[in-house]
């Protein structure tokens, strides 16, 4: 077992692990922040992106223990209180998703791609999402959420 | 924290969805979400050979693992029943016992063979690597044409040819029809293998309370009623004491559409070890343990005129089932069987369905199930007819297009309304004409690209299905669908669906025919669905049913109650029920607008049930069953351009144009995301998808490394507009969207890129290089 020392949004948790531990096991297991999925075993679908000091990143990719003293963020930890983030109501107003597993994952990488790139092209957004498989929305709602939410940023 | 949704409304309008906050905010709730108390963690032994008998199980090693706690196998583990089939369409079906572990025999790689059970995911996980198997090989038969062969191997020794069934279809005329025809064209067209892949893979957790006996499974899937069901049957308990939970399930595309070992295997581990059982399915697991879908391949001839008229058609559909049956396997085919003519009036056909054994993953139903192998074939062979004499494909599908309904098919369907030269005019309005293309298409090449454009004018089955019909072809169960809606004492309304939603929105558009019928607001409904703890029965979600078959029931109780109150509510006012009118949730007497009674009002005087009209049961809860007298059949027609660079053959679609006619609309938002959904899907399969099987048995691209799933990058702007032709099936006169996207797009993706090649036909998955080498030597054949 290691210790290790992990802010998850906002919340310092100091606690042992076993080093092989994936950090999205840990998230989900040992904190219950089950907001994050798993749908691959291979880093392809990317539902399990979260923030790892401010960069989205693949959690299944990720040990625990590289996460040591550093910040995480997660689905649950993006909305303001009761006010949810401007890109989680635009997926919801866009209709940017379905069965919603994919969403958390989707949502992490949409509000990175825009802090990188604030006002992208369809093809600039298309490409900043493919490293997150969706299977119910065809991607369509999913551009169009993105593309609301850019243009609710100042440019 | 709650979404605030617009002025809601009823059927018809783009109502943004109650189900969304919880997803977005991480508080969904999927099976491997769950927690129990002392639960274990389960892991699945699989067979890494296609075919094989085992000689021994060796779990000595794995048991030696911190934190293990039982390895089992076969014997360990009792089951009245084997994984269950619940079709037969011929009643002549061979179903093979089919154990939920493996017993002696394997029969596909990925079968399972053992599990372990450990007190974490990745103790259980490294003690299934642990457990010693032997086997001794057997020779495989990997696809259809090994299986058939003289000297294949028998992978039922009970099944001397590894048929399953054969399914015919054969009318008067045939061959009269082909004898005066003055062109036959003859084509195979293959519909290959492909792996579902819901992002959120399986899963169970299974608890057996031994003192009382009662078993609750929460499992990802979209039928909780029938796998209560049939965990009664196999796992020999009463159903009364089995609970079945479907909690927010991740995509389904059919592949949940079933009844899994896992399901059985954690609920038999669960009463046996004592403890709650949780199995999760892994990615790479996922690709050899959940079916896969399509694996057929069509042997088409038709009979035509020089006009274009086709006189009759002779079909041979050859369906790769895999190694065993499941849930529905037989039937697939069956419904390609059904659509073979598609929306073209043929009425000579000689249509035949093989089925065969393989020793591959088993194959049942994947988005459109049958449907779009069906749409595929015949679409393809209208475009080669086309060519073959030199007329424009649409020319030649306005031809043969049926135009009077309803509509007695040569399959025995009768397709219920339809307007098909309709959405091909309007996919025509909205395309290029041909000069513009053909200017545009010429520009193109000088800059190396092929341009090219491909149509389909498909029409589909939905509303599965009609009791009688579920019967006369072979399936166990009926085809309706329940719904009970409650009004409560403080005017509140409970919907309990038999449907499972899993991203569908049924919890919104079911609150919109709610408001519709029973004038009760949007946001004052609750759906709940998938827990057969409350709801009467319920088949489930899929083949498109759920809107025409699971909300006409909605709709149907919604009035029931409607009516109820009504009676209740010209007691309270004196009148006759007749002299009320009923709007925005209010009840007037016709005139006298001071007199007047609000829903609330009379909810709770239904509850009091005190001076009630003469012989009126108190309470405002209405149940209905609803079996549909009829199928629907939505139809369309897609339209796509790609643009193939001569150089690397790689394909990019730049234009796709969807016109469906689903019949009336609940919800035009939702109706074009699953269009969407439904395109992207089939896009998948036209150009990028393929499960690729080595001669012995191992499937190669068995993760998302290698099946390529399309990202963003690869799906275009999907172009949606609609037709509306009410079906007069069900009484809101709507179709079904779920499956439509898929079942259109792949024969206007192909026939594109046969357009810009000027080839007569392309296997799919049309990778680069498959493309590349057409340019060189001209497609298929």
């Known amino acids: 077992m290691k210790a290790v ?22 998230l989900r297991e040992r904190l219950n922040l089950t907001g994050t999925h798993v749908g691959c075993d291979t880093s392809n679908c990317g539902a399990c992106t979260v923030w790892l000091d401010g960069n989205a990143v693949k959690s299944c990719t990720i040990l625990a223990v590289q996460a040591d003293g550093h910040e995480v963020t997660t689905i649950e930890g993006i909305a303001d209180g009761g006010d949810m983030h401007p890109m989680q ?39 900043g999402l493919e490293g997150n498989l969706c299977r119910c929305t065809g991607y369509q709602n999913i551009v169009a959420a993105v593309t609301a939410a850019a243009e609710g940023v100042p440019a | 924290m709650a979404i605030t949704t617009e002025t809601s409304k009823g059927m018809g309008n783009a109502v943004l969805r109650k189900e969304d906050a919880e997803f977005l905010t991480g508080q969904g709730r999927y099976v491997d979400d769950i927690k129990l108390p002392g639960m274990l963690h389960m892991a699945i032994v699989r067979s890494p050979h296609a075919h094989a008998t085992i000689d021994s199980i060796d779990g000595s090693r794995a048991r030696s693992i911190a934190g293990v706690v039982a390895v089992l196998a076969a014997d360990d583990l009792e089951f009245a029943a084997g994984v269950p089939c619940a079709s037969n369409p011929t009643g002549q079906v061979r179903q093979p016992e089919r154990p939920q572990l493996a017993k002696g025999k394997v029969r596909h790689a990925g079968e399972p063979v053992a599990v372990v ?18 086997y001794t090989p057997l020779p495989a038969a990997i696809g259809v044409e090994a299986a058939m062969a003289a000297d294949a191997p028998l992978i039922h020794d009970d099944y001397p040819d590894n048929t399953c069934v054969v399914i015919k279809n054969v009318t008067d005329g045939v061959d009269e ?61 009463s159903e009364a004491k089995v609970r079945v939970i479907a909690p927010d399930v991740g995509g389904g595309f059919g592949s949940k559409l079933n009844c899994y070992a896992e399901e059985f295997i954690a609920a038999a581990v669960s009463h046996k070890l004592g403890a709650p059982i949780k199995w999760i399915e892994e990615r790479t697991e996922a690709m050899t343990a959940t079916i896969h879908g399509r694996a057929q391949d069509a042997h088409m001839e038709l009979a035509a005129t020089k006009d274009g008229k086709v006189l009759g058609m002779r079909a041979h559909y050859v369906q790769d089932c895999g190694s065993y049956l499941q849930l529905l396997t037989p039937t697939i085919a069956h419904l390609t069987l059904f659509m073979a003519p598609g929306a073209y009036d043929i009425q000579a056909v000689d249509i035949t369905v093989t089925e065969v054994f393989t020793n591959t993953v088993p194959t049942d139903a ?92 498909y029409v589909e089955i939905c509303g599965l299905a009609p009791s009688a019909v579920t019967h006369a072809i072979g399936l166990t169960p009926g085809g309706w669908e ?48 998938g827990d057969t703890a409350f709801a009467p029965y319920g088949l489930g979600t899929y083949g498109s049913r759920s809107l025409a078959v699971g909300g006409t029931a909605v709709y149907r109780a919604a009035g029931q109650v409607r009516e109820k109150a009504r009676l209740v509510a010209a007691h309270m006012l004196e009148a006759s029920p007749d002299d009320l009118e009923y709007a925005d949730g209010t009840f007037t007497v016709k005139g006298s607008p001071d007199k007047s009674k609000p829903i609330g009002e009379v909810a709770f005087r239904a509850w009091q049930g005190f001076d009630l009209p003469e012989g009126l049961d108190p309470g405002l809860d209405e149940t209905v069953f609803h079996d549909p007298p009829n199928f629907t059949f939505p139809f369309g027609a897609h339209g796509c351009e790609v643009e193939i660079d001569a150089e690397t053959g790689q394909i990019e679609i730049k234009d796709y144009i969807a016109v469906d006619d689903c019949g009336r609309v609940v919800n035009p938002m939702i109706v074009d995301g699953q269009v969407h959904g439904g395109v992207a899907q089939s896009i998948g399969q036209a150009v990028y998808e393929g499960a690729i099987y080595s001669d012995e048995g191992t499937l190669l691209n068995g993760s998302l490394v290698n099946y390529l799933v399309p990202s963003a990058g690869e799906i275009p702007h999907i172009e949606t507009h609609r037709t509306e032709t009410p079906s007069p099936s069900n009484p809101m006169g709507v179709k079904g969207i779920g499956e439509a996207g898929t079942i259109a797009a792949t024969a206007a993706v192909v026939g594109a890129v046969c357009d810009a090649l000027g080839v007569r036909d392309m296997d799919m998955p049309m990778q680069p290089e498959r493309v590349w080498r057409a340019m060189r030597e001209g497609g298929a054949a």
């Open chain 2, 117 to 134: 059970v450990a007190a974490d995911r990745y103790a259980a996980r490294d003690a299934a690597d642990a457990v010693e198997v032997t």
């Open chain 2, 177 to 237: 029809a082909f004898e005066k025809a003055d062109v036959v064209v003859k084509q195979t067209i293959h519909n290959q293998r492909l792996v579902p892949c819901a992002i959120e893979p399986r899963g169970v957790v299974a608890n057996w309370i031994d003192a009382s006996d009662e078993l609750t499974v929460y499992t990802s899937t979209q039928i909780p009623h029938f796998v209560r069901t049939f965990l009664a049957i196999c796992c020999n308990v």
């Open chain 2, 482 to 529: 329940t719904s009970t809606v409650r009004v409560h004492p403080t005017g509140k309304v409970t919907v309990i669906t038999g449907t499972s939603p899993h991203g569908q929105g049924h919890a919104t558009s079911w609150s919109q025919i709610v408001e519709s019928e029973l004038g009760i607001p949007f946001d004052d409904v609750e759906v709940i669905s």
């Open chain 1, 5 to 26: 020392s992990i802010s998850v949004n906002g919340v310092e948790h100091s606690t042992d692990v076993e080093p092989r531990t994936l950090l999205v096991h840990f």
């Open chain 2, 366 to 457: 994947y988005r459109g199930a049958g449907r779009p192998e069906a749409t595929h074939a015949i679409e393809r062979m209208m475009d080669i007819l086309a060519m073959e004499l030199g007329m424009s494909r649409t020319e030649v599908r306005r031809r043969n297009f049926i135009t009077s309904f309803p509509y007695a098919t040569a399959t025995g369907l009768s397709y219920d309304s339809g307007d098909y030269p309709k959405t091909l005019d309007k996919l025509l309005e909205l395309s290029d004409d041909k000069e513009t293309f053909e200017r545009r298409r010429g520009e193109a090449r000088a800059r190396g690209k092929l341009l090219g454009r491909g149509l389909s004018t």
């Open chain 1, 89 to 127: 109501r635009a997926f919801h107003e866009q209709h940017g998703l379905q069965c919603g597993y994919c969403t958390p994952g989707m949502v992490m990488t949409a509000i990175k791609l825009l802090e990188a790139n604030p006002q992208p092209t369809e093809a600039e957004i298309r490409a």
